[in-house]
């Protein structure tokens, strides 16, 4: 008997005991080698003895110190870290608890940004079919997953969603890289059209989508030309780094390697590393000057933002991360996935494709790797997948409704960056079994 709301897919879950690195082991014993970091969080794996350090002194020092009155050392360590590291141009930080917190306030501020500027009738958000924003309202609205959005309709009516940058699906035959990328970013320039630019507020988008697709990146040259037509028409770009962003994709911000810097952008999972629940929103200086200048602060706020527990084991993450050499360690391991990923599945009938960047890498599940044809989705293959993977004691996210919100189904893998080369033979090897 349990008094907390279940999850959707298993009403009695195991109790998770220990962490052990790159396992967590349940309160029978069973160990689980976490192959997706949860969904994308624990980039350091369960039992990281500095980030507990750092959780245990502040705690003895101060837990909770509320921002309306103070700030925080771990909180001012953390920011000035982020910011020496940010895409260019970024230099303030706000932080909050998690995901769809970052998202929420990142759509205010770009709301409020027009507001000081004398622009309010800019309303419009447009974002991609394929992504994922968050739970609370505005970012389900944001986000463009059909089964998500549904039952919910209608959600906030200002915001449209143009075709995501899917090159397995989308680029035609005989068709560049380069030029399939330029004409799915050139939806972004109708749909402004159709809107009319100055109604709108900001384009948003993951870099690397993640949870609705499985790590699909963009081709080369997509966001050059979604970052100009957005400069053209003076419009903010928000970049969603949530899940794909903290070292996961190899380099910090996962936008360096699309050679952009946005306006906004997000953060969560990776930061805090599952060890403490914080996400955090930057953004550029022009936009934080209009705020200062105009009504003179951030019309947002929640009672944990800046949470001092939070802010030093984020600050201890991303010093590993960045000095500590751990997102380099993504990149290098990454890459050995990926060999092991392309030398055990790809020729499997069912993997159509694998992708991905770093240590974020997706397989898409086809009923026929020559059509491409997904499997009915009826079938929920990827819940029968995310069964059998926890039997045989891997953990992974294997997630439906890939190709539209409603049909194809794939497997996200997100490990923790410390895995050895072995652990990535013992995870490629479960899911082999598993599939
Ligand atoms: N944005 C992205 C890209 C995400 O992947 C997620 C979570 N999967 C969120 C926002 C929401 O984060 P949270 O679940 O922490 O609210």
Not at 308 to 320: L, N, R, T
Request: glycine share 12%; net charge negative; hydrophobic share 40%.
């Amino acid at each position: 008997m349990t008094h907390i709301f279940p999850r959707h897919t298993r009403a009695h879950p195991p109790v998770a005991a220990q962490g052990d690195g790159a396992y967590i082991i349940d309160s029978s014993g069973k160990r689980y080698l976490d192959g997706s970091g949860g969904a994308a969080v624990s980039c350091l794996g369960h039992s990281d003895p500095e980030v507990i350090a750092a959780i245990k002194a502040q705690a003895d020092q101060i837990a909770f110190a509320h921002t309306g009155f103070f700030t925080s050392e771990p909180a001012e360590r953390l920011a000035d870290r982020l910011i020496q590291h940010a895409p260019d141009g970024i230099d303030r930080v706000y932080f909050v608890s998690g995901g769809s917190e970052a998202v929420e306030a990142a759509l205010k501020l770009a709301r409020q940004y027009f507001l000081e500027r004398g622009e309010p009738q800019r309303t419009r958000f447009i974002a991609r079919r394929q992504s994922y924003h968050g739970n609370t309202l505005g970012a389900l609205s944001t986000g463009g997953n059909a089964w998500r959005r549904e039952p919910f309709a209608p959600l906030m009516i200002d915001t449209s969603h143009i075709s995501p940058c899917y090159e397995y699906r989308g680029r035609e035959e005989g068709e560049t890289q380069e030029a399939y990328g330029q004409r799915v970013a050139d939806e972004l320039e109708a749909e402004l059209q159709r809107v009319g630019p100055e109604n709108v507020i900001a384009f948003v988008a993951e870099p690397v989508v993640g949870a609705t697709a499985g790590a699909v990146p963009a081709v080369p040259g997509y966001f050059k030309r979604i970052r100009e037509i957005c400069d053209r028409h003076g419009i903010l770009l928000i970049l969603d780094e949530v899940m794909c962003g903290m070292g996961r994709t190899g380099t910090l911000f996962a936008c360096e390697q699309d050679g952009i810097a946005p306006d906004i952008v997000t953060i969560a999972k990776g930061l805090g590393a599952g060890y403490q629940p914080v996400g955090a929103m930057l953004c550029t200086s022009t936009i934080y000057a209009a705020i200062e200048n105009g009504s003179g602060f951030f019309q947002h706020g929640h009672t944990y933002i800046g949470h001092p527990m939070a802010c030093a084991a984020a600050d201890a993450v991303v010093e590993k991360l960045t000095d500590g050499g751990m997102t380099k360690r993504a990149a290098q391991m990454g890459a050995i996935l990926e060999t092991a990923l392309n030398d055990t599945f790809g020729q499997h009938p069912n993997v159509g494709d694998i992708r991905g960047r770093g240590m974020f890498r997706g397989l898409e599940l086809v009923a026929d790797r020559d059509t491409k044809a997904p499997f009915d989705p009826e079938l929920s293959v990827h819940k029968t997948l995310k069964a059998a993977a926890f039997e045989a004691g891997l953990i992974c996210y294997p997630m439906g409704g890939t190709i539209d919100g409603r049909q194809g189904d794939h497997v996200l893998l997100a490990p923790p960056f410390i895995l050895t080369e072995n652990q990535v033979g013992e995870l490629v090897d479960k899911l082999s079994k598993a599939l």
